[in-house]
């Protein structure tokens, strides 16, 4: 996912309605809703409340959700709004826009799947104790390893306003290579594998590891047909690849 240039864009003297924050009621209810959603598939499958490792990890989404809403409604709320977005603007319904759009429509439900299993048998190792002879120090690795990938996500999308959900090159969209970009090629991606590896180390379950390396070779495959998308439709692309040697994590992938 590569950046553009984050500042307002503006038409005539008004601004871009797409760079005004959202409403404050707006902020707290995606929070609410987000709190919830992840206290229902942690406590709901795992059946005890006082499950520590539990109230972690929802403490870990609810601080992200905080500065992902709070603080990105405030200095970036484009990001937001095309994080929303669920559909490809007509605009740019090139061929190879098409093309990645297409491959997200088997990618994408199938990473959902396998992100949710991941996290739904994290919850039921708990009771069952299917991992009984988890490691603590690695359960600590694990929260480390989720807050990193959590962070990484913010601080992508602060430097990304046109990161949508879908794949496609959106209208205006220039070529930047500062910040997280001048590491690695797809720092979203990165963040997102940190937090999908993150989950199960945290909670303590061998088992969920499976579906969860399942989520990552996905978003590996991801990448192949959205680097096709931008070295054909983005400017500048091609020569920021040969700039930029590493996808995921410097000078290993």
């Known amino acids: ?97 098409k093309k990645a759009s297409s491959s997200d429509k088997i990618i994408m439900p199938l990473f959902a799947i396998s992100f949710m299993l991941s996290f739904v048998i994290s919850d039921l190792d708990h009771p069952y104790n299917w991992s009984v002879d988890f490691p603590f120090w690695l359960e600590i690795i694990g929260f480390i390893i989720l807050g990193l990938g959590l962070y990484l996500i913010y601080l992508t999308m602060l430097q990304n306003a046109y990161g949508a959900k879908v794949l496609d090159i959106r209208e205006g969209q220039r070529l930047i290579d500062t910040g997280v970009y001048a590491h690695v090629r797809h720092p979203m991606y990165a963040g997102f594998i940190g937090m999908a590896l993150g989950i199960p180390l945290g909670l303590g379950s061998w088992w969920a590891i499976i579906p969860a390396i399942g989520s990552v070779l996905l978003m590996v495959v991801r990448i192949k047909y959205e680097e096709e998308m931008l070295i054909t439709g983005l400017e500048g692309y091609k020569e920021y690849r040969e700039r930029v040697k590493y996808k995921l994590i410097p000078r290993i992938y």
Do not use: C, H
């Not at 006082?50 to 484009?78: C, D, H, Q, S």
């Open 1 to 97: 996912m590569t950046a553009i240039n984050s500042n307002s864009i503006k038409i005539g003297s008004k601004i871009d309605k797409m760079d005004k924050p959202l409403s404050p009621l707006f902020i707290i209810f995606v929070m609410a809703y987000g709190g919830a959603f992840i206290a229902f598939f942690l406590f709901f499958f795992a059946k005890d409340w006082l499950w520590i490792e539990g109230w972690i990890l929802w403490g870990a989404f609810e601080t992200y959700f905080f500065f992902m809403m709070v603080g990105l409604n405030k200095r970036n709320p484009r990001i937001l709004r095309n994080r929303m977005k669920i559909k490809k603007e007509k605009k740019m319904e090139k061929q190879e826009s």
